[in-house]
């Protein structure tokens, strides 16, 4: 804020004095290189030593991004120090309001502030260190004898370690011929945001010689029709012309699965009868090398509704079920399958769309992908020219068969008037506007309906139409904050929605007015209502952005249709639903969010895929209808909001083929993400986690640091399991190990994929890791060792049983000895300065303690009981009942590993744990080990625990949980992927409001030629073999220890070996070696469990490896019959003595 109208008329009555004051002062040359705001380009010497100058700096426009371009692109003339343009940009001053507007025209990763946001907690010398380490890593000199000035810093001598140097050098791997041969070209970001954009264009093909013709045997899918003829049919006939005797079979919609002839008959809706179709075929040896299915392109049913059915089955559903009955019968690779369809294309201009029919656009890129081997590609026919072919016409057939044979490479093809064109991309670039100008789209004061609003991207989008102008914004989402009047009073007291009422209050605080509003966007009747309660308080709306969207996931082979109605639904019926709500309303535009997967598919996306071709196709139709602009753009990934918040793009997971997009609904479990792979043997789920954005997280804090609990794997095991068992009865998780700590700080992001793998007993094994965001998946680069494992475990189907309910009256009696109370307990954690959890964790209200046992009394805070509607497992109950064990030891402790743990039903409210332990707690005990039982009010057993076992944490430990949240971490600013930021996004989005480019546009980083050959290469074969690639390695030498090297004898003790060989990565394992000196810990010493009972088919406590820490031990500890050596034994005993003595205080020499 300033105090007076500078920079404006007001200022000409005071330009002649404060020229005189200048006058008095003495002026010189710069002596370093200086950008003017003045001028926007560099200073001068004379314009440095004017008193004019500077008079006008009152009276004149700040040039700002003038100069940011300049310092962006040019250099100054002269002088050594100024041979190249800057490379970084450092804001000096409070606040980053310089820095957020420089972004706009630097290089954004390159702009650093040195002071915090106002809104930011983060202290003010926190973040100037941070800038200044951000600068110094990058090359940038620092002066430390001045930043040091007046300290004394002196060398401190550390005590020796004996460090056994050995060279472990990884040879460079070859690159790949992909890279040699420049395959990877172009897909490096592009800085300038003008490059991003892309059109479709339409070429026509040359006409190919009237020699060519059918060979081999088709398939052609021909709708049924009452009357006249179908293309289908048409189609049919002409190919049967020339192929020989059975070169053809027709597959026609019926009632039932029959065969007569060279005739099928099947059930649209059944998908058993196409895999049965295929597996026919190949029984009889007449699998067909081409496929034309044309379901699709025949008369639209009048109905919007019935053609909307009829699309989701006919144009998404049935080509997933011939791709999978293809490959049931083993014979997807090497068929082309073509996909025709009537209406779906744009490329006159004069055509009349079936926008429904798009639809097909998904199968169409995702197919190939999933389906290694097997060819697809897509000609559209204008509907007008179908609508008018009779009987006895043959011209629309025979230039279509032209079109079929032979096979063309390019996927997308349209024919129209016996031409045959080919849809591509160019760059359509997108020029900048004037400062902070209105696009000539938007108006001042204007209204806009933001679908998905309350979502990081739909967020976005209003906070810069409130910084263009003082609009009135509705944000619609399926479920509305508190009312207007309650946000600041609950963004104060930390309300769970803090920071989206944080957003909502900085609109308002900016001059836009807010109206946030619940509506489900595929509801007509919810949206009709919405839009009135809209129209009453503002006025008639201008203008839509349509953001809301779910994430996709699952490959096609196992995909229902249910779960892909729910992927299609905000996209295809809530578009069509706004459509019709806002039928009457003249409106100056429509904007669609649509991905660009509609344009390049993704593994395990074709839902979501389609989903967005519809979209694209739904422009295409109303382009400049009515005076309203309409257009789809299809975004690349959105960096920091939406699902990009929330998920990784697989092309920053090396091709996986999901690109997230930013819209505004969660996937359908809160812990799991997206499936970025989906095979029957393993499935990965990718998200990614902050403090900002979980309250596990946030509630959960460990040595100061917000830290995932252990609980939440048993949450994602579960919920992942159930989504691919397709089962919500009894689960039993297993085997579970906790290997490292999952820290995020404050202010940090962190990429957490959780992946199953199906095991040959009928479960399946987990693994929970995480990353930087941006990394690869282990075995898609060479960043497999970014990746830190942090839990690991096996789930499957429970044996059912009746519920069993325990007497809680004789329960309580037996655990009336003595009772903690929840401010004892509170006041324990709070002196060791350890653990801090929040309003989740109050849920342990008191422990009421017996004869080795115990009931924790369990009451989920009122304010959060809505948590139950999405979570079994809730984290914090379990971790609360669980963890209470620990206030039977002396000291802090954390969680080591469940040896398994059965979930008959979700966890109540309020219920109690029973906790028993399994062995007596000796003083300063370093484990603590005890089975559970968590019982609802009426005693009724919700969950069973065996084997949890927690393990004390030393001072070594604590200082290292410390010092884990003190690393450098992914913040907004330092961790840029390839995506979009949301500054640039929307940028972007202006440009197209300003220009309105067509109905159609993609918007890309990187080169979008360069993506689609990237994603031509991706297949489900490339991605699995690397995936299950990942992590092979050669074993380091055995360190030397203070025990010599004795070899395995019996074939117990060499399995064992083994096992640790393999665990610690080492060449060879002693049996009289100790895990730890080894280099074991108690983090891997649980992984080491975990695979003996694997490789040993023996149970095995997760504390085995604490009791008996050599091979010879753990070997008596499985085996006890046998009759182990005198002198093995006596040799135990020794080394056990003297590891003893040696940890004893030596006395002190004076």
């Given at each position: 804020h300033t105090s007076h109208a500078f920079h404006s008329r007001m200022m000409e009555p005071i330009l002649d004095a404060f020229r005189g004051e200048v006058e008095r002062c003495t002026l010189s040359a710069p002596a370093i290189p200086v950008v003017s705001n003045l001028t926007g380009t560099w200073l001068t010497a004379d314009q440095a030593t004017d008193p004019g100058y500077w008079a006008s700096h009152l009276r004149a426009a700040v040039r700002f991004a003038d100069g940011v371009t300049t310092l962006a692109g040019q250099t100054p003339s002269g002088g050594a120090e100024a041979e190249r343009a800057p490379s970084w940009l450092l804001e000096v001053g409070p606040g980053q309001t310089l820095a957020t507007l420089a972004r706009h025209g630097f290089e954004p990763s390159r702009v650093v502030a040195s002071s915090p946001h106002p809104r930011d907690p983060k202290p003010s010398p926190a973040v100037l260190l941070e800038a200044l380490g951000r600068l110094w890593l990058a090359g940038v000199e620092v002066d430390w004898q001045g930043f040091w000035h007046g300290q004394r810093r002196r060398r401190v001598p550390l005590p020796a370690y004996p460090f056994q140097r050995k060279r472990y050098w990884l040879e460079a791997r070859k690159s790949s011929a992909r890279a040699e041969d420049g395959f990877e070209a172009g897909l490096e970001r592009r800085d300038d945001l003008r490059r991003w954009s892309s059109v479709p264009v339409w070429r026509q093909e040359p006409p190919l010689p009237a020699t060519a013709a059918a060979r081999g045997r088709w398939l052609v899918f021909a709708p049924a029709t009452e009357a006249g003829?179908?293309?289908?049919?048409?189609?049919?006939?002409?190919?049967?012309?020339?192929?020989?005797?059975?070169?053809?079979?027709?597959?026609?919609?019926?009632?039932?699965?029959?065969?007569?002839?060279?005739?099928?008959?099947?059930?649209?809706?059944?998908?058993?009868?196409?895999?049965?179709?295929?597996?026919?075929?190949?029984?009889?040896?007449?699998?067909?090398?081409?496929?034309?299915?044309?379901?699709?392109?025949?008369?639209?049913?009048?109905?919007?509704?019935?053609?909307?059915?009829?699309?989701?089955?006919?144009?998404?559903?049935?080509?997933?079920?011939?791709?999978?009955?293809?490959e049931i019968a083993g014979r997807a690779r090497g068929t082309r399958l073509t996909l025709l369809s009537a209406g779906v294309q744009r490329v006159t201009g004069s055509e009349t769309l079936v926008p429904e029919r798009a639809l097909l656009l998904g199968p169409l890129e995702v197919l190939p992908q999933e389906y290694p081997g097997l060819e697809v590609d897509a000609l559209d026919l204008d509907a007008a020219e179908v609508s008018a072919m009779t009987a006895g016409d043959r011209g629309l057939v025979l230039d279509l068969v032209a079109a079929l044979v032979p096979p063309r490479p390019r996927p997308v093809r349209a024919l129209r008037g016996g031409d045959t064109w080919e849809r591509s991309f160019r760059e359509l670039p997108l020029e900048a506007l004037p400062g902070a100008d209105l696009p000539a789209r938007l108006r001042e004061g204007g209204v806009y309906l933001i679908t998905g609003g309350l979502g990081g991207l739909g967020l976005e989008i209003a906070?810069?139409?409130?910084?263009?102008?003082?609009?009135?914004?509705?944000?619609?989402?399926?479920?509305?904050?508190?009312?207007?009047?309650?946000?600041?009073?609950?963004?104060?007291?930390?309300?769970?929605?803090?920071?989206?009422?944080?957003?909502?209050?900085?609109?308002?605080?900016?001059?836009?007015?807010?109206?946030?509003?619940?509506?489900?966007?595929?509801?007509?009747?919810?949206?009709?209502?919405?839009?009135?309660?809209?129209?009453?308080?503002?006025?008639?709306?201008?203008?839509?952005?349509?953001?809301?969207?779910?994430?996709?996931?699952?490959?096609?082979?196992?995909?229902?249709?249910?779960?892909?109605?729910?992927?299609?639904?905000?996209?295809?019926?809530?578009?069509?639903?706004?459509?019709?709500?806002?039928?009457?309303?003249?409106?100056?535009?429509?904007?669609?969010?649509?991905?660009?997967?509609?344009?390049?598919?993704?593994?395990?996306?074709?839902?979501?895929?389609?989903?967005?071709?519809?979209?694209?196709?739904?422009?295409?139709?109303?382009?400049?209808?009515?005076?309203?602009?309409?257009?789809?753009?299809?975004?690349?990934?959105?960096?920091?909001?939406?699902?990009?918040?929330?998920?990784?793009?697989?092309?920053?997971?090396?091709g996986s083929g999901k690109t997230a997009s930013a819209e505004g609904d969660e996937p359908s479990h809160p812990l799991l993400g997206v499936a970025v792979l989906e095979t029957q043997e393993r499935v990965v789920f990718v998200q990614e986690m902050s403090p900002a954005t979980r309250w596990e997280l946030a509630e959960h804090r460990i040595a100061g640091h917000p830290t995932l609990p252990g609980t939440t794997y048993l949450e994602m095991a579960r919920a992942a399991f159930e989504r691919v068992a397709g089962s919500g009865g009894a689960v039993e998780i297993a085997g579970v190990a906790f290997l490292a700590p999952l820290v995020v700080p404050d202010g940090g992001r962190r990429q957490v994929m959780l992946a199953l793998e199906a095991e040959e007993t009928g479960g399946w094994s987990f693994r929970v890791a995480s990353a930087e965001p941006g990394t690869p998946l282990p075995g898609l680069g060479e960043t497999a060792g970014a990746w830190i494992d942090h839990a690991q475990g096996r789930v499957k189907t429970a044996t059912t049983e009746p519920p069993v309910r325990h007497d809680l009256a004789?329960?309580?009696?037996?655990?009336?000895?003595?009772?903690?109370?929840?401010?004892?307990?509170?006041?324990?954690?709070?002196?060791?300065?350890?653990?801090?959890?929040?309003?989740?964790?109050?849920?342990?209200?008191?422990?009421?303690?017996?004869?080795?046992?115990?009931?924790?009394?369990?009451?989920?805070?009122?304010?959060?009981?809505?948590?139950?509607?999405?979570?079994?497992?809730?984290?914090?109950?379990?971790?609360?009942?669980?963890?209470?064990?620990?206030?039977?030891?002396?000291?802090?402790?954390?969680?080591?590993?469940?040896?398994?743990?059965?979930?008959?039903?979700?966890?109540?409210?309020?219920?109690?744990?029973?906790?028993?332990?399994?062995?007596?707690?000796?003083?300063?005990?370093?484990?603590?080990?005890?089975?559970?039982?968590?019982?609802?009010?009426?005693?009724?057993?919700?969950?069973?625990?065996?084997?949890?076992?927690?393990?004390?944490?030393?001072?070594?430990?604590?200082?290292?949980?410390?010092?884990?949240?003190?690393?450098?971490?992914?913040?907004?600013?330092?961790?840029?992927?390839?995506?979009?930021?949301?500054?640039?996004?929307?940028?972007?989005?202006?440009?197209?409001?300003?220009?309105?480019?067509?109905?159609?546009?993609?918007?890309?980083?990187?080169?979008?030629?360069?993506?689609?050959?990237?994603?031509?290469?991706?297949?489900?074969?490339?991605?699995?073999?690397?995936?299950?690639?990942?992590?092979?390695?050669?074993?380091?030498?055995?360190?030397?220890?203070?025990?010599?090297?004795?070899?395995p004898g019996s074939d117990l003790e060499r399995r064992i070996a083994a096992t640790w060989r393999r665990v610690l990565g080492l060449d060879k394992v002693g049996v009289h070696d100790n895990f730890f000196e080894l280099g074991g810990t108690s983090l891997n010493a649980i992984q080491l469990v975990s695979e003996l009972k694997q490789e040993l088919g023996r149970d095995l406590p997760n504390v085995a490896v604490f009791e008996a820490p050599t091979v010879a031990a753990l070997a008596r500890y499985l085996a006890p019959e046998q009759q182990v050596k005198v002198t093995d034994a006596a040799r135990d005993r020794a080394e056990k003595r003297n590891r003893a003595l040696g940890r004893r205080p030596r006395p002190r020499t004076r």
């Open positions: 003829i179908t293309v289908g049919e048409a189609l049919a006939r002409e190919l049967e012309r020339g192929l020989e005797a059975g070169g053809l079979i027709r597959v026609v919609p019926g009632e039932s699965y029959e065969r007569r002839g060279e005739v099928f008959t099947l059930g649209p809706e059944v998908s058993e009868h196409f895999e049965r179709l295929f597996s026919d075929l190949a029984a009889a040896d007449e699998v067909p090398e081409r496929i034309v299915y044309a379901w699709t392109a025949g008369a639209a049913a009048a109905d919007a509704g019935q053609r909307l059915d009829d699309a989701e089955l006919e144009a998404f559903s049935v080509p997933l079920w011939i791709a999978r009955g293809l906070r810069e139409l409130a910084r263009r102008g003082r609009m009135r914004l509705v944000l619609l989402g399926r479920h509305a904050p508190p009312p207007a009047a309650e946000w600041r009073e609950r963004l104060a007291a930390g309300d769970a929605l803090a920071p989206v009422l944080a957003r909502l209050v900085e609109l308002e605080e900016a001059g836009a007015e807010v109206l946030a509003v619940a509506a489900d966007v595929t509801d007509e009747a919810a949206l009709t209502r919405a839009v009135a309660k809209a129209e009453e308080r503002f006025g008639p709306l201008h203008g839509v952005f349509h953001c809301a969207g779910v994430a996709g996931g699952g490959i096609a082979q196992l995909k229902s249709r249910e779960e892909a109605r729910r992927v299609l639904a905000p996209k295809v019926r809530g578009t069509l639903a706004l459509e019709r709500v806002l039928g009457a309303s003249p409106l100056d535009f429509f904007l669609l969010f649509s991905s660009v997967n509609g344009v390049l598919g993704g593994f395990g996306q074709s839902d979501y895929a389609a989903a967005n071709a519809f979209e694209d196709a739904f422009a295409r139709s109303r382009y400049r209808r009515r005076g309203t602009y309409w257009a789809a753009v299809a975004w690349d990934r959105w960096e920091r909001v939406g699902m990009a918040a929330r998920s990784t793009s697989p092309l920053s997971l090396a004789e329960l309580r009696r037996r655990c009336s000895s003595r009772e903690i109370t929840t401010e004892e307990g509170e006041a324990r954690r709070a002196a060791a300065d350890f653990l801090d959890t929040g309003t989740r964790w109050r849920s342990l209200t008191g422990l009421e303690l017996g004869e080795g046992e115990g009931l924790a009394l369990l009451d989920l805070p009122a304010e959060v009981t809505g948590d139950l509607e999405r979570y079994v497992l809730h984290p914090a109950l379990l971790d609360a009942a669980a963890g209470a064990v620990q206030f039977l030891g002396e000291g802090n402790f954390l969680p080591l590993a469940y040896d398994s743990l059965v979930v008959r039903s979700a966890l109540p409210a309020r219920g109690f744990g029973w906790l028993r332990l399994r062995s007596a707690v000796e003083p300063g005990a370093d484990i603590l080990s005890c089975d559970l039982s968590v019982l609802d009010e009426a005693g009724v057993e919700r969950v069973a625990v065996k084997g949890f076992s927690m393990r004390r944490v030393g001072e070594e430990m604590t200082r290292q949980l410390r010092a884990q949240g003190e690393a450098p971490v992914a913040t907004p600013e330092s961790a840029v992927g390839d995506g979009i930021l949301p500054e640039e996004g929307v940028e972007v989005l202006m440009r197209v409001l300003e220009t309105a480019p067509g109905p159609n546009l993609v918007v890309t980083t990187r080169s979008l030629a360069a993506l689609e050959r990237h994603f031509d290469a991706l297949d489900r074969d490339a991605l699995a073999a690397r995936l299950a690639g990942a992590g092979a390695g050669s074993g380091h030498q055995r360190p030397e220890l203070s025990s010599e090297y004795a070899e």
